[in-house]
Structure formats: C-alpha cells, structure tokens
DNA sequence: CCCCAGGTCGTCA
DNA sequence: TGACGACATGGG
C-alpha cells in the first residue's frame, strides 16, 4: 500500500459530465469539484480547479496508478477535434456537445464493464450503483483512504465460489444467474477473453452477445466504455431511442421506433464517431 | 394499486 | 426473423 498524488492538465475534463452521463457505476460527489471512486485497486480522489486536475489516493494493488489513470481517463486521446467533427453534423449534435463538453469515454476494465452493464439491464442508475457497490463490499478487496473504507470491484476468481442464492441476496433480482455464468465463462475462457481485443467491432459485437445477459444494447455499452474502447457502436436504450424519436422520427408511440432504423440513422449521421455521439444525446436528454 | 428503470431470454408463430 | 410476456427489485 502506497501513496500517490498528481496533477494535469486538459480543457476537455468535466467531473460533472464524466462520471454523471451513465457510463460508470463507482462514483461519488464529495465536494463542488471533487469526486471519489475505485480503479482497480487503487482509491482515487479527482479534484479540478480551472484546467488543473489533481489526482490523489492510494494504491493496493500492483499497477502503477498514473499508468492506470492515464488509461482510464482515456487521456492519450484529443477530444477536441472529435467534437469538432461531430459539430458540423446538425444543430442538435452542437446543442447535445455544448451541454456535456467535458465528457471523457473511459476506459473500463472488462470484467467490470461486463458484469456492470449485465445488471444494468432493465434497472435505474441509483439501484445499479447501489447494487454494484454491496458486491464490492461483500466480495472486494477492503482499503483505507482518509479514514475512509473503500472496495474494489471483485476479480472474477474471487467470485468463483459464491452461489446464485448468494448472489441475489445482494438484490440482483432476475440477473444473479446471468452474473454466475459470467463468472464461470471467465473462469474458463481467459485466453479466448485476452483474444477479443484484437476482433474488428462486428466480430466483437458478435462474441459478446454469447455472454449470458449479454444482448445488443449491453454488448454496445461493454465495446464503448471498456478498455475495448471503440467508438463505432451506438446503444439504443430507452432514452437513446427517445432522444431519437424526439429529435428526428417523430413517432406519435416511440416503441414503434425499431432499434434497425436508428442503428441505420446513425450509422448514416454519425458514422465511426456514433459512439461518442450517443452518448452527448443520451447525457443531454436524461439531464434536461 | 399502478408504472418505470442504460434489456435479455425463452417461446411461439 | 419478429413479436410478446416474464423476469426481481425499489422508487415515484
């Protein structure tokens, strides 16, 4: 265990746009320009005054933590000239920008990302957390940070003995099976799982939806906020396809809205940067 | 009591 | 392929 503490700098990097527009799970607001949360195995405290973000917290693991944060935060990559691009779609597009400027798509790890998004399923954003956060502290790795208990999300091998009963105990519902064969599928298939990282999007869309609890929508989440990180996909949810209805299709019943037609819509408007996209569609119209 | 939530699965035509 | 109900749980 060890301390560790550093600044950068960057314009696009908006705590409030990061980690509140639905992308992760292990967040929390612990002052106007402060956030707390877990990466792997390392507690993380992210404050920003103007364009200084300073990251503060304590390692538990064996990664190095700057190494970890760089990749998570996703910070190698230029933001500004994507949104550049995304701007001359439409006006909407410009609008859905201007409101969540300061969105950084992280980069997850897998395993997280999977099991996150598998209870994500058919679930609200406050219960997910909650629901993520008692695995963690029933099944994680315990650290301490200013006098603080914090929880890492659980390896896979940590999870290899608990049962579905026990998993629903943590109010997963319906998905405790789902989340116990994932466990297994890993358990299993470490070198098929190290492999997805060099599919194309299509190939990988189609090895995730093998995953138990793993449809379109959760496989779209899993290649666009984990490590997987690719841009070209675009998840329809309930919103997506109500931003969508709203700003486009004008159905008078939105559920008449197929997923094909806006996939295609999108491919057509948006097209490899759809991901990104999305998600300032999505962030704008859940926030307002 | 109802409806809804970052959907998926099994079934049936 | 495509439609449709079931599936736990908690909040409004």
Redesign the pocket.
């Known amino acids: 265990m060890n301390e560790f503490e550093f600044s950068i700098e960057n314009d696009i990097f908006e705590l409030r746009d990061i980690f509140e527009?639905?992308?992760c799970f292990r967040w929390n607001k612990i002052a106007e320009n402060q956030y707390i949360g877990v990466i792997d195995e390392i507690v993380v405290k992210v404050e920003k005054n103007n364009n200084q973000i300073n990251f503060k917290g304590v390692n538990y693991g064996e990664k190095e933590p700057k190494e970890l944060i760089y990749k998570y935060f996703d910070l190698e990559r230029t933001y500004k000239n994507i949104q550049e691009s995304l701007q001359k779609v439409d006006e909407n597009m410009r609008i859905a920008i201007e409101y969540g400027k300061g969105i950084r798509i992280l980069n997850q790890d897998l395993w997280e990302t999977i099991i996150s998004?598998?209870i994500?399923?058919?679930?609200?954003?406050?219960?997910?957390k909650?629901t993520i956060e008692k695995l963690s502290e029933k099944y994680g790795k315990e650290m301490f940070f200013e006098g603080k208990k914090y929880y890492s999300f659980p390896k896979y091998w940590m999870l290899k003995n608990v049962s579905v009963e026990e998993f629903?105990?943590l109010?997963?519902?319906?998905?405790?099976?789902?989340v116990k064969e994932t466990v297994e599928i890993f358990e299993k298939n470490q070198e098929k799982i190290k492999e997805l990282y060099n599919l194309n999007t299509e190939e990988l869309f189609e090895e995730l939806?093998k995953?138990?609890?793993?449809?379109?929508?959760?496989?779209?989440?899993i290649i666009?906020?984990s490590d997987l990180k690719r841009f070209d996909v675009f998840?329809?949810?309930?919103?997506?396809r109500?931003v969508m209805n709203d700003l486009y299709f004008k159905k008078l019943d939105e559920k008449k809205l197929?997923d094909?037609e806006i996939q295609e819509f999108a491919d057509e408007k948006y097209g490899d940067l759809k991901g990104l996209a999305?998600?300032y569609l999505?962030?704008y119209r859940?926030e307002n």
């Open positions: 527009c639905g992308q998004f598998i994500s399923a058919n679930n609200n954003i406050p219960r997910i909650k629903r105990e109010g997963l519902g319906f998905r405790d099976v789902r939806l995953f138990s609890g793993v449809g379109p929508k959760v496989a779209n989440c666009l906020f998840p329809i949810d309930v919103w997506v109500r197929k094909n999305q998600q999505f962030y859940r």
